[in-house]
């Protein structure tokens, strides 16, 4: 490490939270773990057994119904259609890793449930980010139905406009900030939306992608469409939580 970087360290303004020795006390015999480990949940706001035991003993079983996400509903019944009519879906992520992620979850699963799906990351220097409207021009002309945004869209109130003109069918995945003049899009899956009923609003865009990759499998098992199997979400936990790391998304529940 050079002189540069260890200036840069020491100028560093440090807030060390103080340590409340009682709920440590609390946590730590509760839980039988450190004092320390104890500290850290609470430094994290967990100051509870049971949030606590969730947090250190994950279950799936525990994660939120995604059907509480606001247009949850709509956007799964819009997708099961392309199913069933085998029409085109393009899935169209950020350039970054929580955007592939998203859009590596969602494409997996679709092809896995026996959808016509591709996908398309814009080129980082010569488009920029989020949708843009020649891209969404040229997938139309290959056929698309139906584009998925994954990490984006929330801000893209004029392309989502233009996708419409063309007769696309837009949903958008996403996690940032809601501003006034949300986009016309089909459906709008983002538990920041003032709202949403989704409990959890610090989900990474991967995580909204795979809240709705499960919503889509538990429409499809009601419906009694897995017959011989149906796919195992839990294969694509390594890919949520690369990009929900990456992100730098709030670790404080037992949320993806």
Known sequence: MGNRQISKIRNKRWTIHPP??????????????SPITAQLLINRGIVDIDNASCFLSPNLKNLHNPFLMKDMDKAVDRIITALQK????????????????????????LKEVGANVSYYIPE???EGY?????????????????IITTDCGISS?????????????????????????TPPAFAILNPKQADCRFPFKELA????AFNLAMAIRSRLRDSGCFTNGE??????????????IADMVPLISLDI
Do not use: C, M, W
């Not at 020795?21 to 839980?31: E, P, S, Y």
């Open 20 to 33: 409340d020795n009682a709920l440590q006390d609390f946590l730590a015999h509760g839980l039988k773990i």
């Open 86 to 109: 085998k029409e085109d879906i393009v899935i169209y992520g950020d350039y970054d890793v929580d955007g592939t992620t998203a859009t590596s979850v969602l494409y997996l699963f």
């Open 124 to 126: 980082r220097l010569k």
């Open 130 to 146: 989020g949708l843009n409207k020649p891209a969404l021009e040229n997938l139309y002309k290959n056929g698309a139905n139906i």
């Open 157 to 181: 109130y004029d392309e989502v406009s233009f996708a419409n003109s063309l007769g696309l069918d837009v949903i958008v995945t996403d996690h940032h900030e809601v501003t006034s003049k």
């Open 205 to 208: 865009g991967v995580g909204v």
């Open 231 to 244: 796919p195992n979400l839990k294969n694509y936990l390594d890919i949520v939580a690369l990009g929900t």
